[in-house]
């Protein structure tokens, strides 16, 4: 294992400290992900977990908990979550981040306002000083309205482009049945700003920019793991 999936590991041993029995909890998507969706399965297994039920934010996280055994549930039967633990792209000091290079970005966006407490988990490389430093922003788009879109974030100064499969011909499609583009701001001056701008943009569904969502975050490191911590709690 290398050091990074070591420290990604170790981020996720440090988060799913905060499962107690009889919690609902939002599974996020992604490798680091992947790893606390596991290790919550090994403690039901043990016995040092009991009645845990998971939402699972895609179809790669609910194969993850299928093959871990943690039960699955629905945001119809349990529309407030008691915590949600996913991965990042990019994580700042205030813990705002980029999400949703595995396309999951709305639905892992839905899950973590849902929840009571949300916590990232991350190898330390994804902490940037300013979000967009060597990072694009995944944008969720109506495909009627694609070309319109692309053409309004262009607008806005980014460089972008519609994400092309891998293995198959042709763009994403989402769980939602939507597309993604993918936009190079560079470092964002004023998240928030771009974020409305974004928004604002009829055809756009989500973007990938999660501002003040994040009540924990912790970052794996070569040595151990950091931790960071939201000064004001959000309200649920």
């Known amino acids: ?4 999936e070591a420290a990604k590991r170790r981020a996720a041993e440090r988060a799913v400290e905060h499962v107690e029995s009889g919690a609902v909890v939002g599974l996020g998507s992604g490798s680091t992900a992947a790893h606390a969706i596991r290790i919550i399965g090994a403690r039901i297994r043990s016995g040092e977990l009991d009645d845990i039920l998971g939402v699972p934010t895609s179809l790669q996280a609910a194969a993850e908990a299928v093959s871990a055994g943690v ?3 629905t945001l119809d ?3 407030v979550l008691d915590l949600a633990i996913d991965g990042a792209d990019q994580i700042d000091g205030e813990l705002n981040a980029i999400k949703g290079g595995g396309g999951a970005l709305l639905r892992e966006k839905v899950v973590a306002a849902a929840s009571k407490l949300y916590i990232i988990i991350a190898d330390g490389t994804k902490l940037a000083a300013r979000l967009g430093e060597g990072c694009r922003l995944p944008v969720e788009v109506l495909p009627f309205a694609l070309v319109p879109v692309l053409q309004r974030i262009e607008g806005l100064g980014a460089e972008a ?9 042709g763009p994403v499609v989402t769980e939602n049945g939507n597309l993604i583009i993918d936009a190079d701001f560079g470092a964002i001056a004023d998240p928030a700003r771009l974020e409305a701008q974004l928004k604002a943009i009829p055809g756009v569904i989500e973007t990938g920019l999660f501002l003040g969502y994040a009540d924990l975050a912790y970052l794996g490191t070569e040595e151990g793991v950091r931790r960071l911590a939201r000064r004001r709690r959000k309200a649920i």
């Open 1 to 4: 294992m290398s050091w990074v």
């Open 161 to 169: 482009a519609v994400r092309s499969g891998s293995g198959k011909l």
């Open 71 to 73: 039960p699955l549930t």
């Open 77 to 79: 039967e349990h529309p």
